[in-house]
């Protein structure tokens, strides 16, 4: 039995909300981007709420988003489950921060956790 595919949020306004914050892992502010944690299916990229700011790769540095890319974040890198567990806690913290600091853009939906902490 085929499964229907799913509708990804998609909202531009809290990638940039997103890719505002620090880097998620090594706290540098000015050059994150907005990460995609994994999907199910092959070719089909996260929604946009399963995102987490990571920083770029610049002059001399190698930046997290593309270590984590690698399955190389971390001291020693990092497995396909460890790599799911992180993209679900940094996605998590994200919403969480910007939610808690008033940047939730008006037209998302606002995830049921947010909802009962509040």
């Known amino acids: 039995m085929m499964r229907p595919k799913s509708n990804p949020i998609r909202s531009e306004a809290y990638r940039r909300a997103v890719a505002a914050l620090p ?3 090594c706290g540098i502010h000015g ?3 907005c990460a995609h ?3 199910l299916g092959r ?3 996260a929604s946009d709420l399963d995102t987490f700011p990571l920083c770029c790769t610049r002059s001399g540095v190698v930046g997290c988003h593309v270590e984590y890319d690698q399955y190389t974040l971390g001291t020693h890198g990092f497995s396909r489950g460890l790599r799911e567990q992180w ?3 940094f996605a998590a913290q994200t919403q969480r921060t910007i939610y808690e600091a008033g940047d939730w ?3 998302l ?3 049921e956790f947010l909802k009962e902490a509040a």
């Open 23 to 25: 880097c998620i892992r």
């Open 105 to 107: 853009p008006a037209k």
């Open 31 to 33: 050059y994150s981007q």
């Open 109 to 111: 939906p606002i995830p």
């Open 87 to 89: 993209a679900r806690m």
């Open 43 to 45: 070719g089909i990229k």
């Open 37 to 39: 944690g994994p999907t």
